[in-house]
């Protein structure tokens, strides 16, 4: 009789070696993955797709949740579950423009600051000071109130008091890695500071900022559903969770379908958005301890 | 060709190189910078290569001042003299493959044109005593000999004057420092190399300089022709330095400074700096800096030089 | 005085070091000398009894006077380290604590191995003596000592706690050349004193060669020559000694004074 032995080379068995290592991480992928999944085939899987935009049905107000509507409708007749699954698309596309304007306005600042210290590195940090100074919501609040309540305003205005904290962590990395004596020689053979900046310092201080990213997201997700909900950012009809749970909580009692939905839909993807945060900050912890 | 004159560099309060003088004649030739920490050796190496602004002085290189040059001289200056540092784990950037490492540098100078850059980046990879296919390799699958080999590559690559090797071998085992140090020799003959070789390893200097200058404490006590300096010092200081070192032998060397409390940098004695660990200090090392004068065929900074060169002779 | 017979540590499935016998005696040194990876550092941790904490397996038999080490409990391995087995490293800042006053850790350790407040003040200050150096440095703080007295605070520790075995592990690497002078001298004079068993561990063979009566070269995990040093020096057996003794570069020794 032999003994069989799983052969250590076979992709399935790397990924469940890989699973059972970062439990957290996969769950937290397996978990957005779904959302991304249920955002992209939103037009086709929704029962209503037009209830994510201006239809109303008046006759089919508050219904409780049924085989033709499965979160109920809303105080207008509209398909909860279609309004839910649109809603999906809408806080992705926040997270991922915050992100994004965050990232292109913070990384290239704390680089500048980090590479040539002086003076330049004083004013772009007085001036992150200034931004980190206010609580976030309370600046994301004021600044959508200056301009017109919506979706891109907010979005605008949660990445204007998100770009602070990557310039700061940016400038930390780019600090520590311009002393290096490979960017030394990089200055002493004459390289132009743009392409020391560009391929040397940025690629080698951008990983801590992708980790922080990843923890960002979930915080964001709830940044934007809160100033919905206080009605400073979508407004109706914009299906977004945040509006809608703003919509129902009035309803709480007696219709509790209106906000239990949208609220669950995002508890779930802000826990999606951590477990991958965690996730990856666990598997990049040096002192992780790798057993065989 | 290189000229270095009344050096001064401060550190906030602290003088790490006082009024040093020296010169490198046009290769293939090399000087020796030997010292302990707080030397100023490492200081001087990097004030020559712009990475450090000197206090006052003067450093040119066929005359093209490193300091004062206007636009276009400062690109000349930057390619007329280049470094190789000390820490093979740090020396090169470690997403960065060796090939676009070193045409890093081909790029910077315009050296040859583009479409000659890979044949010349496998020409300078084998001078280094490496294959072409290590172009496609990162740092991390490189030993740290293999590092510095390709330290040294990108240095050449430029086409320099001159090369400062801080500590070149220092963090490589010796069997690995020993190929490294036979490869500079080797490049010196072929290239007609001329370099300004910063170490405390009074061996190795010997091996690949003829000229050296010791230093203590930001200034230049002796210097000279290395073979001299080195076998048969004249300045206390050196004296001790030689004697320090540890041979190949079953006995230990006999500490030959006073004990004293170690220098200060930032308080350096009064005098002569090496007055309170010296065994022929007299009153007038504790208030008169001695100036080099020519003693026993070098340059000693001393004022008891010739009993010191006396008591050599023994 | 110190047996080891049988070494072996591994890291995970890898073997570090596989030494098959080494022996101690009072008065003697042992130098262990080799390059990086030959684990001469790994084989002073192991014989310490510091391994297991690194997260390495240590197989085979250390015996102190017959007594085995390996496997030992850390109530009985903390006993035996620093009494009878003391170790210093590279950077002394391994030994001391940078938050504390030097002699407030120094006190600490006498205390800890059972002298009493006025007893462990007159032993440190005595210790402090005996390496050259002024029993008022033990006010000072970690970073105000140089690196050669920080070293020196380090052997002091050693002695005052009366350890019968010094490990060294490349105790005067990071020094200065006329430092390690001092230093090496500081360590033989103590030596005959105090008739230490030393166990010195270096990259450096000319060191070596001056303060060990007997070395072992070690590469890759193994010792691959033992014997007295003249005998090294002069007939190395091995051809990775040889190796070593060509790379070294040697200063030209001065012939007859010129006129």
Request: net charge neutral; hydrophobic share 45%.
């Amino acid at each position: 009789m032999t003994a069989v032995t799983a052969p250590t080379s076979v992709p399935g068995v790397r990924a469940r070696g890989f699973a059972r290592r970062n439990p957290t991480l996969v769950l937290g992928i397996v978990l957005l993955v779904l959302i991304v999944l249920v955002a992209l085939a939103a037009p086709w899987l929704a029962p209503a797709p037009g209830d994510a935009g201006t239809a109303t049905h008046p006759f089919n107000v508050l219904t409780d949740p049924s085989s033709a509507h499965p979160f109920g409708t809303d105080l207008v007749g509209r398909d909860l579950l279609t309004r839910v699954m649109y809603g999906a698309r809408i806080s992705l596309r926040i997270v991922v423009e915050v992100l994004l304007i965050a990232g292109v306005v913070g990384i290239p600042l704390g680089l500048i600051a980090g590479y040539f210290r002086g003076r330049v590195d004083q004013v772009i940090m007085r001036i992150t000071d200034v931004f980190l100074a206010f609580p976030a919501l309370l600046l994301s609040l004021a600044i959508a109130f200056v301009l017109t309540p919506s979706v891109q305003n907010m979005t605008i205005a949660i990445a204007v008091t998100w770009w602070p904290w990557y310039t700061r962590l940016v400038r930390g990395e780019a600090a520590s890695i311009a002393t290096r004596p490979y960017i030394e020689s990089c200055r002493v053979l004459g390289v132009s500071h743009a392409r020391i900046l560009a391929r040397h310092i940025l690629p080698n201080s951008i990983t801590p900022v992708l980790v922080q990213m990843s923890m960002d997201a979930g915080g964001i997700l709830l940044t934007a559903a809160s100033i919905s909900f206080l009605g400073l950012g979508a407004q109706d009809p914009t299906p977004e969770w945040g509006l809608i749970v703003s919509q129902g909580a009035q309803y709480f009692a007696t219709q509790w379908w209106f906000v239990t939905f949208a609220g669950l839909a995002i508890l779930f993807t802000a826990i999606a958005f951590n477990l991958i945060g965690d996730g990856i900050r666990e598997m990049l912890d040096p002192r992780r301890v790798v057993s065989r | 060709m290189l000229e270095v004159r009344d050096l001064v560099v401060r550190y906030g309060p602290v003088v790490a190189v006082d009024g040093v003088t020296l010169g490198v004649p046009a290769g293939p030739a090399g000087l020796g910078l030997v010292g302990e920490s707080g030397s100023g050796k490492t200081t001087i190496g990097r004030a020559i290569v712009r990475l450090t602004e000197p206090a006052s002085g003067e450093v040119t290189v066929d005359g093209l001042n490193a300091f004062n040059a206007k636009r276009g001289d400062l690109k000349a200056y930057r390619k007329s003299v280049q470094i190789v540092f000390q820490d093979p784990d740090s020396t090169l950037d470690p997403r960065m493959r060796v090939g676009p490492a070193i045409t890093e540098a081909l790029r910077a100078h315009a050296v040859v044109e583009r479409s000659a850059w890979p044949d010349r980046v496998t020409e300078l990879l084998t001078a280094v005593g490496l294959q072409a296919e290590h172009a496609d390799r990162l740092p991390h699958q490189l030993s740290g000999g293999q590092r510095q080999r390709v330290a040294i590559a990108r240095a050449l690559a430029v086409e320099p004057r001159l090369i400062v090797l801080d500590e070149p071998t220092s963090a490589l085992d010796v069997t690995v420092q020993a190929r490294v140090l036979e490869l500079i020799a080797g490049l010196r003959e072929e290239r007609s190399l001329a370099y300004l070789l910063i170490s405390h390893n009074l061996a190795v200097v010997e091996h690949l300089c003829e000229q050296v200058a010791v230093l203590y404490l930001g200034q230049v006590v002796e210097q000279g022709e290395a073979a001299r300096v080195l076998t048969r010092p004249v300045h206390p200081y050196t004296r001790a330095l030689r004697t320090a070192v540890p041979e190949l032998s079953e006995t230990l060397p006999a500490p030959a400074t006073k004990r004293a409390e170690p220098p200060n940098p930032a308080d350096p004695p009064p005098g002569c700096r090496f007055h309170p660990r010296c065994p022929l200090a007299v009153d007038r090392c504790r208030s008169e800096r001695p100036l080099p004068r020519e003693v026993g065929g070098r340059l000693v900074a001393c004022h008891r030089a010739e009993d010191s060169l006396a008591e050599t002779r023994g | 005085m110190l047996e080891v017979r049988d070494l072996g540590v591994w890291f995970g499935d890898r073997q570090v070091v596989g030494v098959d016998a080494l022996d101690l005696d009072k008065g003697q040194t042992v130098g262990i000398v080799g390059e990086t990876g030959s684990g001469k550092s790994m084989t002073a941790y192991a014989i310490a009894g510091l391994a297991p904490g690194m997260g390495a397996r240590v197989e085979g038999s250390v015996k102190l006077d017959g007594r085995e080490l390996i496997g030992l409990s850390d109530g009985a391995l903390r006993d035996i380290r620093g009494r009878r087995i003391a170790m210093i490293f590279q950077a002394p800042i391994s030994s001391l604590n940078p938050v504390f006053r030097v002699g407030d850790v120094f006190l600490r350790a006498l205390r800890l191995h059972g002298a009493s407040k006025a007893n462990a003040r007159e032993r440190a200050a005595e210790a402090m003596r005996s390496v050259a150096l002024s029993p008022d440095l033990l006010h000072r703080y970690p970073h105000q000592l140089s690196g050669g007295q920080a070293q020196r605070v380090a052997i002091a520790m050693a002695v005052a706690l009366r350890a019968e075995v010094l490990i060294a592990d490349e105790p005067t690497s990071a020094l200065d050349v006329t430092v390690q002078a001092e230093i090496l001298d500081v360590l033989e004079k103590l030596q005959a004193e105090e008739s230490l068993a030393m166990l010195f561990i270096s990259h450096d063979l000319a060191v070596v060669s001056g303060i060990c009566d007997t070395v072992a070269i070690m590469y890759d995990g193994e010792v691959v020559e033992r014997g007295p040093v003249s005998e090294t020096l002069h007939h190395p057996s091995h051809p990775y000694t040889r190796e070593l003794l060509a790379a070294v570069p040697r200063l030209t020794t001065p012939e007859a004074p010129d006129a």
